[in-house]
Each structure stands twice: as C-alpha cells, then as structure tokens.
T-cell receptor, first 113, second 113 residues
C-alpha cells in the first residue's frame, strides 16, 4: 500500500546532541510537510517542500533544518535539541491540489534527556 | 487570514449514541476545502471526511457526516452509533490557497462504554 513512513517511531536524544528524523513516501506526492505536535495540541507547521522548493515558516527556530534529496525522502535535522523540543514530529504529504488534504505518517516521538 | 475555531475542548458520549463536534471558520475565499481529521492516542492522524465548499450537499462517510453551513461558516461533524474505537482527538482543518492546513485546536472525544 502507498504510504508515508517515519523512522524511528520513538527517538531518545541527549540535550544538545544533533538528531535526524526521516520520512519516506511511496505516494509520489509533490509536497512534503514537517509538523511539530505537543501533547493534545494542533500540529504546528515547521517547513514544507513543493517539489524541491523549500518553505520555512517564519517562526520555525533556526535549530531546525530540513533536507529533501529526492521526491521520496525528507529529513528533519535538529542541530542542538533542547528540552522544549520534545514532541511528536509528523511528516505529511499532499498532491499539491487542494481536494484531498494530507496523508500523514505515524510520527516520531522525540524525547530529550 | 483564515482561522478555525473548535469551541469544545472535550466531549463525551455514551457508546451507540450520536455526538456532534463543532467547528467554525473565517475566510474571505469562496472556494475552499474543509476536513475533519482523527488522531487516536499515540496513533496516526487520519482523514475522516472532506467537504468542498462549492458543493451544497453535506459529505457523508458511513457513520460520519457533516453539517456544512457556508453562510454561517460552520462545519460540524456528526458521529452516529459511536463506538469505542472513535475515541480520539478530532481536528477540524481548512485548506488554504497556499496548500496549507489551518488547524482548529482540537476536540477530545471520550466514548463511555
């Protein structure tokens, strides 16, 4: 089945130690998104790619970076994780049209110790 | 800018009963899409139902239906014959012209056995 896959499902990292979260998709969707979600809150958009065009939300901290080497893969890099970065990170894709919404991965829960 | 408001932080319903989750939004666009997403605890965000604004007919997916009132900018979700598996956070979302979802704050739905 076509899907969005996030690895790992759970990630524990040390305070200040760089960490990378990955997302892959078999849907061939143009647009990929990274969201941060804290407990029982709505997801907060960090970045999105329309094909290779990178779009950074104005309030996304510089500590967060992203890479999309090809259509299928997208990475979220947190350069120096702080305790406040502990959250669920959601990857999503869309076709770029407005009718079908997003397809989400299962998320990566990041713990910072 | 578009906004989405979910005024019920939490709702509870007896199993097999019907519950309605409220959502209002604000926009100056005439053509747009609205979505309800479901996020069970520690599980994937999934699309429940979508509504195209230019369609007057309310969308229905099995036990899930919407009451879309375009003039009132209201988009409520009705869940009939509630089941234990319906327990989740429900997010209302507006898909804007920049292909981004504008999220409501979410409603936690509790199903009482």
């Amino acid at each position: 089945d076509a899907m969005v896959i996030q690895n790992p499902r759970y990630q524990v990292t040390q305070f200040g130690k760089p960490v990378t979260l990955s997302c892959s998709q078999t849907l061939n969707h143009n647009v990929m998104y990274w969201y941060q979600q804290k407990s029982s809150q709505a997801p907060k958009l960090l970045f999105h790619y329309y094909d290779k065009d990178f779009n950074n939300e104005a309030d996304t901290p510089d500590n967060f970076q992203s890479r999309r080497p090809n259509t299928s893969f997208c990475f979220l890099d947190i350069r120096s994780p702080g305790l406040g970065d502990a959250a669920m990170y959601l990857c999503a894709t869309s076709e770029g049209g407005r009718s079908y919404g997003y397809t989400f991965g299962s998320g990566t829960r990041l713990t910072v110790v | 800018a578009q906004t989405v408001t979910q005024s019920q932080p939490e709702m509870s319903v007896q199993e097999a009963e019907t519950v309605t989750l409220s959502c209002t939004y604000d926009t100056s666009e005439s053509d747009y899409y609205l979505f309800w997403y479901k996020q069970p605890p520690s599980r994937q965000m999934i699309l429940v139902i979508r509504q195209e604004a230019y369609k007057q007919q309310n969308a229905t997916e099995n036990r899930f239906s919407v009451n879309f009132q375009k003039a009132a900018k209201s988009f409520s979700l009705k869940i009939s014959d509630s089941q234990l598996g319906d327990a989740a956070m429900y997010f209302c979302a507006y898909y804007d012209s920049n292909y981004q979802l504008i999220w409501g704050a979410g409603t936690k739905l509790i199903i009482k056995p």
